[in-house]
């Protein structure tokens, strides 16, 4: 069944001019885009998305990050879209990241990991929900 998720070009990969490359993968693995945009984010909005991280060590590491720069926050549609860009994204670490993933292909490290997606239906409307307007989802 259809499904939407959310997922993020994060930083370090659109500092590299990434971004294009990654869409067109996401695009070649049959999501799609259903909104998309450019933005900037405070340390404190990083907060706000990642709250469910804030006990974790790495937390002031990524939110720093995650506002260190431009990112593209977008929607994804397509039959079973959380799991599978999950698939296409590869493992957190880029290390442990299978052959022909995004992460294998385009990121550095387990911080600075290229991309974002939603790991569940309930975090997908929340995260979908903090960059989007239901205007912008049609
Ligand atoms: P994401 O939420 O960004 O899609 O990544 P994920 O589900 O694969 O990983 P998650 O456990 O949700 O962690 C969120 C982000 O925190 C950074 N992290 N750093 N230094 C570390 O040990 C560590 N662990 C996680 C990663 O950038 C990860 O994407
Ligand atoms: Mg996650």
Redesign the pocket.
């Known amino acids: 069944m259809s499904q939407r998720t959310f997922s ?1 070009i ?1 930083p370090d990969a659109v500092r590299k001019g990434h971004a294009a490359a990654i869409l067109a993968e996401i695009e070649k693995a049959g999501f799609k885009i259903v909104s998309i945009k450019r933005l900037s984010i405070s340390k404190a909005q990083a907060e706000g998305f ?1 709250h ?2 804030a006990a ?3 937390f002031g ?2 939110t720093e ?1 995650m506002s260190s720069g431009p990112i593209f926050p977008m929607v994804l549609e397509k039959d079973n879209a959380i799991a599978d860009l ?1 698939k296409l ?1 590869g ?2 670490n880029p290390a442990q990241a299978e052959e022909g993933t995004i992460r294998k292909k385009f990121a550095a490290s ?4 290229a ?5 569940a239906e309930d975090t997908a409307a929340f995260e979908i929900g903090y960059f989007f307007a239901g205007y912008e989802l049609k």
């Open positions: 993020i994060k990642y469910v991280h974790r060590p790495f590491e990524l990050f999950r994204m493992a957190t387990i911080g600075e990991n991309i974002h997606g939603s790991d």
